[in-house]
């Protein structure tokens, strides 16, 4: 027995030290290293929480181990046989009082916490983003701005930003784990919550409610550029041109194509208002092709080709005639050649 | 040995007589067949997730085939196996424990474990037919459950209502042999902590389980009938279907919890040679947390946008449930104290549940902080919360029982070599798996991903949690092969192999069919300790050597079963093709003949003669 004690010792050690190794995870994706104001209160109440439960734990586990090591049955006791005792009124009075106090401790910042972020009374006076969950991508509409955009959620640091989210199909939930918790994103009524991150950045989004095969792969950024950067973006995105002819001659082949084949019926460029997919204004300047690959040409060709084998279940697959990989590749140059804005995903730190 | 004389009678009347029985105890068996291959089955299930997300990226299998095995194995486990395995536990022990000859309800009995076991098999059939298993999760949210192509979610659906009209059947069956059946003496304060919990699990079970069955109710006549209540576009709401589910699923996971708590309280007082400290705080404490356990469902629901109000006065229910589980942990730690504990595999089994489902509860009330739990939700966090309280809570209890009543139910000990090691390889495998994913979910990973992807620094957590799983899988096989080989050459067991204080130690090891020859009175709490202390050693009986009043066999449950499993298939294929309703009117109608025969022919079971008992006592 002692053998696999030591077993289990060194395992526990193991993993331990692969824990360390790991960190914290990703900078721009843990929730353990709060970079907005909404991760903050979440991480506050996981502190308190955790420090709470810890000092818990250690009280079990010293009366655990004092019982194992005083009270098991030696040799030479086999007949012996211990007082009965019925129970204490003192002791479980103590232990139920003290779990009250700690529950309270607890419980009073919580509700708190609840309050203030659900506090949606300055909204009218902060941006609001329509955000709308789809299998499997994000649709972010700046309504009083009058553009849309998807995938990538650009925002100002230091500022209050509401999100109004709505679902088209089944249930999501927007996750930004760095800057703040989630809220799922229903089909039936409009949920709002705010994001405000306090450092530049770009951060990554998850959905987080099984919505699908592809539920794992509805990966989105947000951007978060100072506010100057902001303003600038905002009216680099009102003023895109749809229309621009690219100067090169496959790009210029590749507009054509993507005229051809009907992607405006689905995808908008510029202000057209369609959002059946993803909105590819600035698309060049897109952190990640279909939400998680690199935004190389040969990963947009494969997508264009063949979106099924990345993102099994979307709605894209079929929607459209089979491309050869030329016609792919010209839509492929047009569309990396869609950039709006100066202010990109590198700009603000990258990924 | 029960099992090996009948074999000698041929294997087919071996089957018949187990298809047939209205026994508690071979019901037992059977519950714990079934629960056990649905466990393997659901465990294969989790370790095709776990090498699919040993690696980033992994396609290992596919997206979809994905979704299906954690609908499955969430599914599988928790209705399939937690669940039967407890009611088996239940069967096996209560009547017992109460002094009972068996269930109040034989026939019902019978038909509960039927219904459940072809409920199972029914929903297993998905894997082979209709284009692919459930796929929307174990809780099957609409409006993804709704538009799932396929006929997944609709085995899910029958699958599930035919099995729970069998929990059903067995809670309320349970509930009725407690209020009626205790033996003279045995006051409801009298009762071991395992058949109170029984007993309050079963109130569990009659007001949750309702809420389930309308529920699925509403889901079937989206999918098969064109009605519209998850479906928003008409005017439906798919918050309801959330509502409903974890009306039924929050009492659900306590009825997982209860009745292992109640396991280990009878295990750590005997084991301890100790009478259980504070019982009476030990059976409100249960009684509580099932009351509370009503009134928490939509701490599942944080995130769903209820509002603050909501979430504060949830967060705050929750929380309180802190409160009546430290006791009992508390006390747990106070009957060992002073105590003279013997450290069998049982008892190992009890002692590493304490510390696991110490951080199982824990990390429950960190969920239940509103805002933090914005975090938390559908992550990797909620995934080790719930594994640390359902594997280290109901499995850890699951497997310690087993190991502390394997003697009275199947008369062999099983091997304490191989219980122990089990044991470790399971408990250092289990920490290993699900410990990191607490920091796996806050690091980003949501639950329920087929893939997570490189450099987002979850690989090495995801590959220590798969192999923590291997060894789990390590100690299950170890389990079978001890189940095996003390099947086959196993030490034959005392009636009493663990100095043990309630009723069921009175008896032989296994006990006879009638249980107890003349019914025992009980002078006082632990009546088989009361009469060890008294010098006796045995329990006064309160009623002369009489005729005993037995229930007849029937295959009438399992027909009856049998009939709503082909209705099952039918309702699940006439969406295709109306000829398949024929199906329905070929499996209700089997189901109502069979109810008819049993309504119309007088059964009054048979007796056991005295003299007969007399010559069995020479």
């Known amino acids: 027995m002692k053998g696999w004690m030591g077993k289990f010792k060194s395992l526990f050690l193991l993993s331990m030290l692969a824990l360390v190794l790991a960190g914290c995870g990703k900078e721009n994706l843990t929730a353990l290293v709060p970079k907005g104001y909404g991760a903050e209160s979440s991480m506050n109440l996981i502190i308190l929480s955790t420090v709470i439960m810890v000092f818990v734990f250690l009280i079990v586990i010293l009366v655990y181990t004092i019982v194992l090591i005083r009270f098991r049955r030696k040799k030479g006791q086999e007949g012996y046989i211990p007082k009965q005792v019925e129970g204490s009124k003192t002791l479980e009075t103590v232990w139920t009082i003290i779990p009250i106090i700690l529950v309270v401790t607890l419980a009073v910042p919580t509700v708190a916490a609840t309050f203030d972020l659900a506090d949606e009374s300055a909204s009218a006076d902060g941006i609001n983003i329509e955000v709308t969950g789809h299998q499997y991508w994000w649709h972010f509409n700046y309504e009083e701005e009058e553009f849309a955009t998807s995938q990538d959620l650009y925002i100002p640091v230091g500022e209050r930003v509401y999100v109004h989210m709505l679902s088209s199909d089944v249930i999501h939930s927007f996750w930004v784990p760095s800057i703040a918790g989630k809220m799922d994103v229903n089909p039936e009524n409009v949920n709002t919550m705010y994001l405000e991150a306090h450092e530049e950045g770009v951060y990554w989004g998850k959905c987080a409610e099984l919505c699908g095969p592809s539920h794992s792969l509805m990966d989105f950024k947000v951007i978060a550029v100072s506010p100057e950067e902001y303003d600038q973006w905002v009216s680099d995105m009102q003023n895109a041109d749809p229309e621009e002819e690219p100067q090169d001659a496959v790009a210029q082949d590749g507009k054509a194509l993507f005229e051809e084949n009907n992607c405006m019926s689905c995808h908008a460029i510029g202000s057209a208002p369609s959002a059946v997919g993803p909105d590819l204004t600035n698309f060049a300047n897109r952190s990640r092709i279909a939400g998680y690959l690199e935004p190389t040409k040969e990963n947009l060709v494969d997508w264009l080709m063949d979106p099924e084998s990345l993102k099994p279940g979307n709605k894209m697959t079929g929607a459209y005639p089979a491309l050869s990989e030329e016609e792919a590749d010209s839509i492929a140059e047009y569309l990396l050649q869609l950039e709006h804005s100066e202010i990109t995903p590198e700009s603000a730190g990258g990924l | 040995m029960s099992i090996a004389a009948t074999q000698k009678r041929g294997f087919g009347a071996f089957l018949w007589d187990y298809i047939t029985t209205v026994d508690h105890k071979k019901i037992a068996h059977l519950y714990l067949f079934g629960g056990g291959f649905f466990f393997l089955l659901g465990g294969l299930e989790a370790m095709i997730i776990r090498i699919q997300l040993a690696t980033p990226e992994n396609d290992f299998i596919s997206a979809g085939l994905y979704n299906e095995m954690i609908t499955m194995h969430g599914t599988t486990m928790i209705f399939l196996a937690a669940m039967p395995l407890l009611l088996g536990l239940m069967n096996a022990v209560m009547p017992l424990q109460i002094g009972a000859r068996d269930v109040a309800f034989p026939f019902l009995n019978s038909l509960g474990f039927w219904l459940f076991m072809f409920g199972g098999i029914l929903l297993n059939f998905s894997w082979f037919m209709g284009g692919g298993a459930p796929d929307a999760g174990w809780t099957a949210y609409a409006p993804l459950s709704t538009q799932s192509p396929g006929h997944g979610v609709d085995f899910y659906v029958l699958g599930l209502q035919i099995s729970g009209a069998g929990t059903l059947m067995g809670g309320i069956n349970f509930l009725a042999t407690i209020v009626t059946m205790r033996a003279p003496g045995m006051t409801y304060m009298r009762m071991p902590l395992f058949s109170w919990a029984t007993f309050i699990t079963s109130v569990l079970i009659l007001f949750a389980f309702p809420a389930l069955t309308v529920g699925l109710f509403l889901l079937m006549f989206d999918r098969m009938f064109g009605s519209a209540f998850f479906d928003v576009a008409l005017g439906g709401n798919t918050i309801i279907w959330q509502h409903l589910f974890w009306i039924f699923a929050h009492p659900e996971v306590y009825i997982l919890i209860l009745p292992v708590f109640g396991v280990f309280s ?262 088989l300790w009361v009469e060890k202390m008294e010098g006796k050693g045995e329990i006064t009986p309160a009623e002369p050597l009489g005729d005993i009043h037995m229930p007849n066999s029937s295959i009438l449950p399992f027909l009856i079963s049998l009939g709503f499993t082909i209705a099952g298939f039918g309702f699940i294929f006439q969406v295709d093709h109306s000829a398949y309703l024929i199906l329905v009117f070929a499996g209700i109608g089997l189901a109502l003949l069979s109810m008819l025969i049993r309504s119309l022919k007088d059964d009054h079971g048979y007796h056991i003669k005295k003299e007969e008992l007399e010559r069995e006592a020479d």
Do not use: C
Request: glycine residues 10%; positive net charge.
């Open chain 2, 266 to 527: 009878d295990i750590t007082a005997t084991l301890s040679k100790k009478r259980l400290f504070g019982y009476t705080a030990m059976v409100f404490a249960t009684i509580l947390i099932a009351f509370l356990g009503f009134m928490v469902w939509a701490h599942h629901m944080f995130t769903v946008g209820l509002g603050p109000v909501a979430n504060s006065i949830f967060a705050i229910a929750t929380m309180a449930i802190a409160v009546p589980t430290g006791i009992k942990i508390f006390n747990w730690l106070a009957t060992m104290w002073g105590g003279s504990i013997t450290i069998n595999s049982a008892m190992l089994w009890t002692l590493g549940f304490i510390p696991s489902f110490t951080i199982g509860g824990m990390t429950g009330i960190m969920l239940a902080s509103a805002v933090a739990d914005y975090q938390y939700h559908d992550t990797y966090f909620v995934v080790a919360h719930f594994h640390y309280v359902i594997v280290g809570g109901t499995v850890f209890g699951i497997m310690a029982a087993l190991h502390f009543w394997w003697p009275k139910m199947f008369g062999r000990i099983l091997h304490e070599g191989m219980g122990k090691l089990t044991f470790w390889l399971f408990f250092v495998g289990f920490h290993l798996t699900f410990f990191v994913q607490h920091f796996l979910g806050l690091m980003g990973m949501p639950r329920r991903y087929w893939v997570f992807l490189e450099d987002q620094g979850l690989d090495t957590g995801n590959m220590v949690s798969t192999i923590g799983a291997f060894l789990m899988a390590v100690g299950v096989v170890i389990f079978l092969i001890n189940v095996f080989y003390t099947w086959a050459k196993g030490n034959k067991a005392p009636a009493d192999p663990w100095d043990g204080r309630s009723l069921e130690w009175a008896i032989s090891s296994p006990p006879p069919y009638y249980n107890f020859k003349q019914t025992p009175l009980v002078r006082g709490l632990d009546p």
